[in-house]
DNA sequence: ATGGTTGCTTAGCAA
């Protein structure tokens, strides 16, 4: 199974794009993040006919997530279901070929000491205590998204110039760290160990151009699914040519 | 410190 995510930052604008890579790619799951647009605004239609089935959490004009399969979800989950009315849309769940998935758009967290930062480290805390009460470490679980958070330096091609930002402050890196002591590894690290490989470059200061990059877009995985990684790639030709998102997508593969 | 770009919505916010 290839399991794939993709932030695309408005899939109205993405549309063409999104329904090129599909056909492309023809990966198993698709999760989707940064919508910008509620459910009707999706092209259900559009992909329904190149034969995938939608679960579509939307939202007008920020965030909105979702998830894209060959085979129709059995369930689903829209938030952390933890009471706290969070008009956010950006957590969505479904239960896809045994394995639980989940589309996560985390917080970017705005700049370092502002209510966005406290938003960000807030919802990482509330992701881990989703996972402890709705999860088990032992179950298949593929939690994919936008993570806004670079894991480690050999995930940011200027650390040094990063560090005191949003994306690879280490008050983010231990936030992450907490989610993934739940029993979830970074699948993409398990089989790609060479660093200079970026999943976001910023449209401004000539980011991709310069490859000024960071890995922020993650699989990461149960024990049950660790050992069946064996391959995953960074679809860095989708982040050139016209109209890119400042994302590329993410994809890994698992064995049956 | 600011700037740079894109998208949604239409002057300003979010990323």
């Known amino acids: 199974m290839r399991i794939a995510t993709w ?3 408005s899939v109205r604008a993405r549309e063409a794009r999104l329904l090129a890579w599909l056909a492309a790619k023809q990966p198993d799951v698709l999760c ?40 129709p979800p059995e369930a689903e989950e829209r938030g952390f279901g933890d009471g706290d009315a969070d008009p956010q849309a950006r957590f969505l769940g479904a239960r896809i070929g045994g394995i639980r998935v989940f ?7 705005g700049e370092l000491g502002s209510e966005k930062w406290a938003y960000k480290l807030a919802w990482m ?23 806004n958070v670079a894991p480690e330096e050999r995930d940011v091609r200027n650390p040094d110039a990063w560090k005191d930002t949003v994306l690879f402050h280490p008050d983010a890196r231990a936030a992450l760290q907490q989610v993934a ?20 470059w910023d449209y401004r200061m000539l980011g991709f151009p ?28 989708e982040r050139k040519g016209k109209q890119p998102s400042d994302h590329a997508p993410v994809i890994v593969e698992i064995a049956d």
């Open 7 to 9: 932030n695309v930052n």
């Open 210 to 237: 310069k490859n000024d990059g960071l890995r922020i877009d993650h699989v990461y995985v149960t024990a049950p699914l660790v050992p069946r990684v064996t391959a995953a790639e960074i679809d860095r030709n």
């Open 125 to 147: 805390a509330r992701l881990r205590a989703f996972l402890g009460r709705a999860c088990r470490p032992d179950e298949p679980v593929a939690l994919c998204g936008d993570f």
């Open 103 to 109: 589309s996560a758009y985390f917080p970017n967290g």
């Open 32 to 71: 989707l993040q940064e919508l910008k647009c509620l459910d009707d605004g999706f092209p259900h239609e559009a992909v329904r006919a190149l034969g995938y089935h939608a679960l579509v959490y939307g939202q007008k004009t920020y965030n909105g997530v979702a998830i894209l399969s060959r085979v």
């Open 181 to 200: 002591e739940f029993g979830l590894v970074d699948a993409f690290r398990r089989v790609r160990p060479e660093d200079g490989l970026y999943s976001w």
